[in-house]
């Protein structure tokens, strides 16, 4: 018998309209001054101002800052660090999509442990908690809003670091699909279709439990069903608490069961030339999936049923080619580009993506292993 560890914060709150909730639950936990982490984005559209308001109602005074890029850096950290400290903050909130999250992940982590945010790069790196983490998610994808990764990218080495520590995992968690209303319909489509690279590889994944498969299946399924909705008509509330709930799953699931080659390769990518995370993944996606049916045919075509595939009369190889060509079908339908080549990646680089995938890998459950000819060969089909 194998003993499995499930990870989630130990409050969630799901629904349109719960920040209201979520800001009488931070009052009880006794904070007086947070760091709201932000992008610019949200600064200037006055969301962050917003939930600074909400703050002071609660007698708890807020720093905003809002320099949290689309893929977080070192240098990001270092500087929401520098504010945090000089303003004497006794807790973060971070509020976005992953990007803040991830940065705010990085400087509570480093308040409290101190050093660089390089020296936490692996699993479970950290000696004590982070500084208390509120997150308040904004986009239905990434589900950074409660798991244990974070993701920052080191500019002078053109990677993404992949922090996986128990300690990076938010005290709350706040998906109100009011604050997701105002998303652009290309965001949608990206962080969507992260989401459902986090079911589908939590659900092939050599980690996997009856727990997170339940997770994985159930956000499929929402996903399918909800996500052309919400990219056509961005202000269907219905749609966009679904893919709430299902971003939530997803993440249930891969935070428990972990990822594989998808993420390892978006990330070079996402490293290398600074591109959309979810917008990787869509590429990689089905290309990976092939790559695994020789071994995972039977979950991916438990996938394509999940997907609304009628595959019930097909053996387990022909329902797999349903499950890779729904994912093509669903990312074509919500304009996610074709190719890697039109997001401007040269073949030229493909040996060393393929080699950082590779070490980025290790800790990750892939299906099926690979050698890094077979890492390059997959690149180039997504070309």
């Known amino acids: 018998m194998t003993t499995t560890t499930f990870f989630i914060p130990p409050v969630n709150l799901i629904g349109d309209g719960c920040l209201n909730d979520a800001m009488q639950a931070i009052r009880g936990y006794g904070f007086r001054h947070a760091l709201i982490v932000t992008d610019a984005g949200l600064a200037r559209a006055g969301v962050a101002a917003k939930v600074a308001a909400l703050l002071q109602e609660q007698d708890i005074e807020a720093t905003i800052f809002s320099g949290a890029q689309p893929n977080p850096t070192v240098a990001n950290v270092e500087a929401g660090l520098a504010l945090l400290r000089d303003k004497g903050c006794d807790c973060v909130i971070s509020l976005g999509g992953g990007s803040p999250h991830d940065c705010a992940k990085g400087i509570a982590l480093v308040a409290t442990n101190g050093g660089h945010i390089g020296d936490y790069e692996g699993v479970d790196k950290s000696a004590k908690p982070q500084l208390p983490l509120i997150a308040i998610n904004t986009t239905a994808g990434t ?13 002078t ?4 670091m992949a922090i996986v520590d128990r300690n990076v995992t938010p005290i709350l968690s706040v998906n109100d699909a009011s604050l997701m209303l105002a998303k652009p319909a290309a965001l949608t489509a990206a962080t969507g279709m992260d989401a459902l690279t986090h079911a589908i590889e939590a659900y092939v994944s050599t ?19 909800n996500l052309r909705t919400a990219v056509a008509n961005g202000q269907d509330r219905h749609a966009r608490e679904q893919m709430a709930y299902a971003q939530f799953l997803a993440g249930m699931a891969f935070n428990n069961a972990s990822l594989g080659y998808v993420h390892a390769m978006a990330h070079q990518l996402g490293g290398f ?15 990976v999936e092939a790559f695994n049916a020789s071994v995972a045919a039977g979950r991916l075509a438990d996938v394509a049923a999940a997907m609304g595939e009628d595959v019930a009369a097909l053996d387990a190889a022909a329902a797999a080619e349903c499950c890779l060509a729904a994912i093509r079908r669903l990312a074509a339908d919500i304009d996610i580009p074709a190719s890697l080549s039109q997001l401007g990646v040269q073949e030229a680089d493909i040996p060393l993506l393929a080699a950082n995938a590779l070490k980025d890998a290790c800790g990750l459950t892939n299906p099926r292993p690979a050698s890094q000819a077979e890492i390059e060969a997959i690149f180039r089909q997504a070309l």
């Open 143 to 155: 589900a950074s809003e409660m798991t244990r990764f974070c993701i920052i990218t080191d500019q």
């Open 207 to 225: 980690a996997a439990t009856p727990i997170t498969d339940a997770c994985a299946l159930q956000a499929v399924r929402l996903i399918a069903a």
């Open 273 to 287: 030339y600074d591109l959309p995370h979810g917008v990787c993944n869509a590429l990689l996606l089905p290309h």
């Open 157 to 160: 080495r053109h990677i993404k």
